[in-house]
């Protein structure tokens, strides 16, 4: 099992984040374990300054959003935060 739930990073399958983050939910669960889905409508990131935005298919939160850095802490947030995507449950598991 990789855990690289805490990596900061800069593009999430070619695509360029608007500013550095950490991925978070789905996103963090499809990086970490290499899974191989569909691209999400909406990705969420733990940004590293304290505001809210919204740009194109990034969600940005503040760090006091972030979830547990554990498979069961993404999960939790992907749940809260962004539903049930079966596609990614069943490639997880």
């Not at 760090?63 to 079966?86: D, I, M, Q, T, W």
Request: proline fraction near 5%; charge should be positive.
């Amino acid at each position: 099992m990789n855990n690289s739930f805490s990596e900061i990073v800069t593009d999430f399958h070619g695509s360029y984040l608007p500013e550095r983050g950490m991925l978070a939910g789905y996103a963090a669960l499809i990086k970490a374990f290499n899974l191989k889905v569909p691209p999400l409508h909406t990705n969420f990131v733990i940004g590293t300054k304290h505001k809210v935005f919204q740009t194109n298919n990034w969600n940005y939160l503040t760090p006091r959003h972030a979830p547990y850095l554990s498979l069961k802490g993404e999960l939790e947030f992907a749940l809260k935060y962004e539903g049930v995507n079966l596609c990614v449950l069943l490639k997880l598991y």
